[in-house]
C-alpha cells in the first residue's frame, strides 16, 4: 500500500517536498496544473496503488480524484481561502475503497443523492464546520450501509435541531458516534 500526501510545499504546510523514492510520501502543490504535478510526483506508483490522499491546497473538482480507485482516506482539509472551499459534493467520483473522508472547514451544504453508491464501504465521515442545516440535508447517508462515525460539530444542524442525534441514530442503524458521542 502506499500513502500519498498531497499538500502545499509553502512554510508551515508540510514542510520541503519529499520524493517518492524517500519515502512514499509525496507534496504537491494544488494549483492549475494539479493533475500533471501529481502524476509526476507519484512517480511510477500506479494510481489504483494510493491508499491515502491528504489535500492541503483549494482543490474544486473532485474529479481529479476519479483514477485514484484504491484509495481508502481522503482527507481535504480546510483551503487557504474561502473561494477555494467545497460547497458540494456533486463532482465526488465512485471511490469504491474509500472508509474515511475527511471534509471539514468546507461550506458543503448538500450530498450527493448516490453517496452510498459512490462510496459503498464508507465508515468515517468528518464534516465538522460545513453548512448542513438540517437532518433532511443528510438524507443521502441514510442508505451508507456501513457508516459508523458522523461528526457535524459547528454546523447549523447543530444548533437548529436538539435532536438531531437521535434521528440519526434512527435513519442510520449502523452509526456508532456522532460528534464524539456514542449511540445511547
Not at 472551499?85 to 465512485?94: A, E, G, I, S, V
Not at 452510498?116 to 450501509?145: G, H, I, Y
Request: hydrophobic share 35%; with cysteine.
Amino acid at each position: 500500500t502506499v500513502s500519498v500526501l498531497y499538500c502545499s510545499g509553502h512554510a508551515g504546510r508540510g514542510g520541503n517536498r519529499i520524493s517518492m523514492s524517500e519515502s512514499r510520501v509525496v507534496q504537491v502543490d494544488w494549483n492549475k496544473k494539479a493533475r500533471e504535478e501529481i502524476l509526476k510526483q507519484k512517480g511510477d506508483t500506479p494510481s489504483g496503488e494510493v491508499t491515502t490522499l491528504e489535500i492541503y491546497e483549494g482543490i474544486t473538482d473532485l474529479t481529479l480524484l476519479k483514477e485514484f480507485t484504491g484509495v481508502s482516506v481522503v482527507a481535504i482539509h480546510q483551503p487557504p481561502t474561502p473561494i477555494t472551499r467545497l460547497r458540494t459534493l456533486t463532482t465526488l467520483p465512485k471511490l469504491p475503497n474509500l472508509t474515511e473522508l475527511h471534509l471539514a472547514d468546507h461550506l458543503i451544504c448538500d450530498l450527493p443523492k448516490d453517496m452510498s453508491e459512490r462510496c459503498p464501504k464508507l465508515e468515517t465521515l468528518l464534516l465538522t464546520n460545513n453548512k448542513f442545516q438540517t437532518v433532511t440535508d443528510l438524507e443521502p447517508l441514510f442508505k451508507c450501509s456501513g457508516l459508523k462515525i458522523l461528526d457535524l460539530d459547528d454546523n447549523p444542524l447543530v444548533k437548529n435541531d436538539k435532536e438531531y442525534r437521535s434521528t440519526l441514530f434512527e435513519k442510520i442503524p449502523t452509526l456508532l458516534i456522532i460528534d464524539g458521542k456514542v449511540c445511547y
